[in-house]
């Protein structure tokens, strides 16, 4: 499955967005102007102003402020990649260099502080104040989940429940507030638009189970990502968290002791994959994915099935299907 | 001179936003809340607050939405100088570690990105408008100015319509905007508000002149700055600028010949700081800033001349002659 058959019912709109996006990242500053043309060559799928997109358009035409919700999410997400970027000491992204790899950590904060600022700007000048706290709650739950998964990290005591509120906070809240962005440029219906906020934070939810999973499953030539990378970071997600609640005491122990030590997680990070095999921690992940997967088609069911409506379900099954 | 003299129009105001400021940055996260409460010890003088009260009080009462705006400049400066710090590398702050120096970069730059996007939803959820609106273009000017400076130190071509560019955006606009938003919450005079803000923007500069000066002159027992500092980090300021433009070619090619190299500068700044005495440098940025306080001052000319107009007044004075 291609992500562009999810996108055939608005590729009128994302090419519109994209020009407009294009004007807004524009700047006098020479450097600023560089840096964010590189943003534009790292893009990814726009899954964000996709979702604002589609959204906006369950509900007929797709209006300016729903394209301007879409430039605010991509600026705020491009911010926090860049930031990210930093603070992992990531060298690539996408497959080319990070724009720390080739302009360096303050550079780098700077440009993410200034697409940050930008986006907020733009909302501001046009008065889109609906979005803007949209927005803000999620900049807020991004960088809080990402400090609570920071902090569990540590301790190496992660449930699954905390597991669950950090996905939610840090890939949840954006991808629901692209969604519901979108839905307010269309509805005037508070419930219409937690509806789709709910279906966007389910959809956040299962894909990101599904990225963890991929760790442990994907085939490295496809993904561009090594097998048990999460593990050599030290990073504990769904799979090996069920495994290790559903272990003895004694096998617990010998798993931590790998986990502790970055050189045991380097050379055994292997042994741990098998553990989470054997205890049947990956298909526990995929059953939860394919919950949240359930719960956010059941999200949209109040909508007229139209083709923006078909699009959002295809993209859940996208997301259940990808392999990389 | 004292700061307590300026701020005793307004002791009891700042003891109220005080105690706001502490409820707002409290957090259910404890790592967060122990960050915060960190952030609170490395606390300054708090001049940004102090500017929204006293602009506010010009007009009579401090008002509520005054106290918000605040807590909203307060949050933005923190978030900025933490990820300063990272950028910088510095390792310490006000005397005490920095917040990188003891939870290392990631943290940092979330913490950053926490408390901006903390005073953003405070400010959206009373519907302040006004101030976000001032506050977030006052975002987007510091980081330009930011990047500009790097830009014109890497090439070593700044000149003085350059430098008082930058030191407008990166100081200037958040000193101005916090006059505006005070101002804002007691007059509806547009005029009045642009008063204080041009107040606030020739503060901003005058001070950082000031402060640039006292790299050359400072007494680095009170200062906490070692002397020449800025030239040993490639910092090109107006002492600097002047005495370049008012120097023979060959002598302009000794001391650029000096700033170029990293080795030079470390074990020669001295010359470089003779050469700018000798030039008169030191003497010029003085009178510039001079003509800044002036400015500042005659801002406030059309206001009443009550108590919090003398403290905005006093504040001039205060920059104008504090020596660390």
Redesign the interface.
Known sequence: MDIKEVTSSVSEELKLFQERYKTVLH?K????DKVTRYVLKQQGKQIRPLLVLLSAKVFGEVGDSAYRGAIMVELLHSA?LI?DD???GAEMRRGIPSINALWK???S???G??L???G??YS??N?D?RS??LV??A??R???G???Q??KTRSLDITEEDYLSVIADKTGSLIATSCAIGAASGTKSEDEIASLKHYGEYLGLAFQIRDDLLDYTGDSRKTGKQLGIDIKDRKITLPLIYALQHSAKAEQNRIRSILKSSKKRAVRSSDVIAFVREKGGLEYAAEVAEGFAAKALDSLSRFPQNEARRSLELLVDFVMKRQH
């Open positions: 700047s500053n020479s450097l600023v926090t930031h930093v603070v992992d950590n303050k550079i904060v700077l440009i502080d200034y940050l600022s930008k907020l700007l501001l000048e008065s104040y803007l706290h803000s709650e900049v807020r991004m960088s809080e990402e400090i609570l920071i902090q």
